[in-house]
């Protein structure tokens, strides 16, 4: 099992920047597929950020394509989103989540573990 633990939400006007991180508790943290999603108030919660344990580049939607990045650092059991340039619109809960399979899952429900969430707010 994994405990996820979100952090680094806020306030930040529009073409800001924000950093979350996730921290993870389990000894086998390095085999797991890691995603951001986020659900906006009235919304489905979407995937914007994916890397998979088994190698490979990682996944973003159009939305956030090229304003956000994922990482991770294994050997701290941390994983990162650095969030560019941000937009009203990608007001929302974060969350970090977590499975154990290689491939990314793009649907929320196929994630296995979830952190409790961080709130960002992008002001216009």
Do not use: H
Not at 42 to 54: L, N, P, Q, T, Y
Not at 56 to 63: E, F, K, T
Not at 76 to 104: F, G, H, W
């Amino acid at each position: 099992q994994v405990q996820l633990v979100e952090s680094g939400g806020g306030l930040v006007q529009a073409g800001g920047s924000l950093r979350l991180s996730c921290a993870a508790s389990g000894r086998t943290f390095s085999r797991y597929t890691m995603a951001w999603f986020r659900q906006a108030p009235g919304k489905e919660r979407e995937i914007v950020a994916a890397v998979s344990w088994f190698g490979g580049g990682a996944y973003y939607p159009d939305s956030v394509k090229g304003r956000f990045t994922i990482s991770r650092d294994n050997a701290k059991n941390m994983v990162y989103l650095q969030m560019m340039n941000l937009k009203p619109e990608d007001t929302a809960v974060y969350y970090c989540a977590a499975d154990t399979r290689a491939s990314i899952p793009m649907k929320a429900d196929a994630y296995d573990y979830w952190g409790q969430g961080t709130q960002v707010t992008v002001s216009s």
